[in-house]
């Protein structure tokens, strides 16, 4: 809340601070460097005003870059019923049924997966979606960890190389980088929401960006945005409405 606040305050009352940054580091491109051995982040200066991005210690650096298949990017992985799933568990006797959660699949909405098309889920909405919930809500659940979402995806070491530039470091990397994402997961530690259904557990949660102690963040300390790019010829394409 205080976040949004201040950017409000300086890019629609126009009472930004001097120098103040009005955003943690935000993604503004990214491509290969040093022969393909690392990958190099650009951050906006205009949101950062005079200050700079830094790297702080951390656990874990939240950069994680995909070497493929392509099936493994995805906005929001989701369950639903099997097609050949017994329906005849009901919510309730005056709901419609569901499936129980042995009888559910992982699967990525069309749409939201590499090939990402907004226009084609505002055409079309999630048609291969089978409703789970009695008012046919579809429920994103967090993957366990051996999921294709989470899999294929390879933690990778940063560094600061300038005032507005961090650089990841592939020399682990093996194979064609196809994205990447930063502080970009399912619910993060701390995050999760346990809900029950005829008395079993559920893990649930949404893709959402991790708690504030990211290992990117301004000099002022705001965290840096969590971003999500697909690397075509050997640059970033961010997924709308980020741009990079």
């Excluded at 929001?76 to 419609?96: E, F, G, L, Y």
């Excluded at 429920?139 to 366990?144: D, E």
């Excluded at 990778?156 to 994402?181: K, M």
């Amino acid at each position: 809340g205080e976040r949004l606040a201040m950017a409000a305050e300086a890019l629609v009352y126009g009472r930004r601070a001097e120098g103040a940054a009005v955003s943690g580091p935000t993604l503004a491109s990214c491509h290969r460097a040093d022969g393909g051995a690392s990958i190099r982040f650009d951050f906006d200066k205009e949101v950062l005003g005079s200050e700079h991005v830094v790297v702080r210690p951390t656990a874990t650096s939240l950069l994680e870059v995909l070497t493929g298949p392509r099936d493994a990017f995805c906005l929001q992985p989701m369950q639903r019923c099997k097609a050949d799933a017994n329906r005849s568990w009901a919510w309730s006797a005056k709901t419609a049924s569901l499936c129980q959660p042995g009888e559910r699949e992982w699967f990525c909405p069309a749409g939201l997966g590499f090939d990402h098309d907004p226009s084609a889920l505002r055409r079309t909405g999630l048609t291969d979606v089978v409703p789970l919930s009695p008012k046919n809500i579809l429920l994103a659940f967090s993957p366990p960890g051996d999921e294709l979402w989470r899999r294929y995806w390879s933690p990778v070491d940063i560094s600061q190389t300038g005032p507005l530039q961090v650089t990841a470091n592939l020399s682990q990397i093996h194979g064609p980088i196809l994205a990447v994402r930063f502080a970009w997961s399912s619910a993060g530690r701390g995050e999760e929401a346990w809900r029950r259904y005829d008395g079993a557990p559920l893990h649930i949660g949404v893709s959402v960006p991790w708690p504030l102690a990211t290992p990117i963040a301004a000099s002022g300390g705001l965290p840096a945005n969590p971003f999500l790019a697909r690397f075509i010829d050997g640059r970033c394409n961010c997924i709308p409405p980020q741009r990079c």
